[in-house]
């Protein structure tokens, strides 16, 4: 492979310097003797630059500097001292820390010389063809010129200069220095904006919104939170907040075998938000549906805290919420039972509906499938609801697939099991689960069927009408349920493990609002 010299203003290579008349001699290996020695041959290694680069430098194996830059004292027993190598040539060795010395820019000038003794030629009687001759014609000496010598015509004398070799090369370093100064420039501009940047960012407060710039105004408090009033929002947190205290973030399937956050007696790593302000923003994201990137602009914090918080918090409200009791006694349900049930349906246990949410479509085909809603025309997750009378929620089951029909989500929910004998169980038409119920000693009650083409009885009109006016309570219901927008839109296929806390947690918070049936 021809080698060719590294050092600028230099022209040695392999092909025209064949032979032993020129030694090779690769970089030193180790750093700061390379370093040394691109200094000395003025080259600024950038490795960092695309190849295509005009001021792109590496330092590799077949980077050579000529022996030309070498002093004879520089090697070993003389310069004619050589080794044999792998490939059965030989090449002069150098001394032990020796560094190249001799270069174009580092050559001592020759000293100045005498002013030649000139004469003024004889007039010739013959005109000149031409005012201006060359360099060569008038016998203009560039190291003259130089080095202080007067030639006899100005401007060839220029013209020769320019053309010396010493001038094209010093033009050509000139120009690199330029290209380097401007990099240099542009750099230092882009690393003044950094540095204020990080700067601002330091400066920057803490947190940037916290419940204290809410908390006067229950309005406001509702809004962002969708509790009624900011004492509701304390009755909350203070209830969540002891098992806080000891949570351990989320920090995915690692954590628990079901993904939830921990809770024990070894508090988890300190955050830079207080735990109410991590409750707050919890509430942000569920009621508002604030994406994660915007609350943790809001908060100071980074997104992957925000994601950790959210799910830490709404699998601990999961939990805790089901030590509750969300289930109510019957002597419980018959004490709140509000007139209109009362006067029609006084049984009533539970009033049931099914409830479809918009998810994004899964990557996987199978979920796809299941999950796709011919009634919805998209992909959806079902999930079915429970309140009592008096307007509470009061059952909450897994989340299904969309494609499951209203009567096997209610006999893979566990609903049946709870109920008792003699409690009735009021839900619209399409619960097809009369026979189901009837075998635990529970009536169903649902709009009557119309039969053939024969016009609705009266009877049946009547009865239509009484539970239509009872029914819609759990049509409200699931009203104020998507009130909080993470559940309204196209829910994230990263939000499916915790699908089932979720939709839990944000049908128990409604439970919090004001009263739904008077």
């Known amino acids: 492979m021809p080698h060719h010299c590294t050092v600028p203003l230099c022209t040695n290579n392999s092909d025209t310097s064949p032979g032993d008349s020129v030694a090779w001699h690769g970089f030193p290996p180790d750093e700061n003797r390379k370093k040394q020695w691109l200094v000395l041959i003025r080259r600024d290694e950038r490795k960092d630059l695309p190849k295509s680069h005009p001021l792109y430098y590496a330092v590799t194996d077949s980077t050579k500097v000529c022996g030309a830059h070498f002093r004879p004292d520089d090697y070993c027993e003389g310069k004619r001292r050589r080794e044999t190598t792998k490939s059965g040539k030989t090449r002069a060795v150098l001394k032990q820390g020796v560094s190249p010395s001799i270069f174009a820019w580092s050559t001592e000038s020759p000293g100045r010389k005498e002013p030649a003794v000139r004469h003024a030629p004889p007039p010739s009687k013959r005109k000149r063809k031409h005012d201006v001759s060359t360099s060569e014609e008038q016998g203009v000496d560039c190291t003259a010129v130089v080095s202080g010598g007067v030639p006899s015509d100005a401007t060839a004398a220029e013209d020769a200069c320019v053309h010396c070799p010493c001038f094209v090369a010093a033009e050509k370093e000139l120009e690199i220095l330029r290209a380097e100064k401007l990099e240099l420039e542009t750099r230092c501009t882009q690393l003044e904006l950094e540095l204020t940047s990080a700067q601002a960012k330091a400066n920057a407060p803490a947190s940037n919104f916290t419940l204290d710039d809410i908390k006067s105004d229950d309005q406001l ?34 954590t628990t075998s079901d993904g939830q956050a921990q809770i024990g007696k070894k508090p988890g790593s300190k955050s830079k938000l207080t735990l109410i302000d991590q409750f707050f923003l919890v509430m942000l994201r569920l009621r508002l549906g604030l994406g994660e990137l915007d609350l943790a602009f809001r908060f100071g914090v980074s997104q992957p805290t925000v994601s950790r918080l959210v799910v830490s918090w709404v699998n601990l409200m999961s939990h805790q919420f089901k030590t509750l009791p969300v289930w109510l006694s019957r002597r419980t349900i018959d004490k709140l039972m509000p007139p209109c049930f009362r006067q029609w ?3 009533t246990r539970i009033i049931i509906d099914c409830t479809e949410l918009y998810i994004n479509t899964p990557s996987s085909l199978a979920r796809q499938s299941a999950t796709w809603s011919s009634y919805k025309n998209h992909n959806t997750v079902k999930v079915l609801i429970g309140i009592a009378p008096h307007g509470h929620v009061t059952f909450v089951s897994d989340v299904f697939e969309g494609s499951i029909s209203d009567k096997a989500i209610t006999e893979k929910s566990g609903l049946v099991e709870i109920l008792e004998a003699n409690d009735s169980v009021m839900a619209d038409k399409g619960f097809d689960i009369k026979d189901m119920l009837a075998s635990v000693g529970v009536r169903l009650n649902i709009p009557p069927f119309k039969t053939g083409d024969r016009q609705m009885p009266p009877q049946d009109l009547v009865v239509t009408k009484k539970i239509a006016a009872v029914r819609i309570h759990v049509e409200r219901k699931m009203q104020r349920i998507k009130a909080y927008k993470l559940l309204a839109g196209n829910i994230d296929t990263s939000l499916f493990d915790h699908m089932n806390a979720i939709v839990f947690v944000c049908a128990m918070l409604t439970n919090f609002e004001g009263a739904l049936v008077a």
């Not at 809004?223 to 973030?249: D, H, I, V």
């Open 221 to 254: 408090v509702n809004y962002y939170t969708g509790f009624s009033t900011l004492l509701m929002f304390m009755a909350c947190y203070n209830f969540l907040k002891p098992y806080a205290e000891t949570m351990r973030q989320w920090k995915g399937s690692a």
């Open 345 to 347: 349906y006084p049984s």
